[in-house]
């Protein structure tokens, strides 16, 4: 079995590909650079309005950040 991807290890693919800075992403966010190095190393939880934001920033849904694929209702 394939471990799942988590959330921060999505952020940090999300932020090497856009090439964006966590001076950049402190802009548009709102939130401090120590912050965004805590919620991009683990260190810190994120809480549902911090992975909206963060999400919204790379222009991503909160299902992306989560791994939720959509499933067909019968």
């Known amino acids: ?4 991807t988590s959330a921060t290890e999505r952020l940090q693919t ?4 856009s090439g ?3 001076t950049e992403l402190s ?3 709102g ?7 805590s919620y991009f190393n683990g260190d810190r939880g994120l809480s549902l309005d ?3 934001t963060l999400a919204d920033a790379f222009g991503k849904s909160l299902d992306e950040l989560v791994g939720r694929t ?3 209702v019968a």
């Open 1 to 4: 079995m394939t471990p799942k």
């Open 14 to 17: 999300w932020k090497r590909e």
């Open 20 to 22: 964006v800075t966590y």
């Open 27 to 29: 802009e548009l966010t």
């Open 31 to 37: 939130f401090s650079n120590r912050a965004l190095i």
């Open 50 to 52: 911090v992975a909206c």
């Open 70 to 72: 959509p499933r067909e």
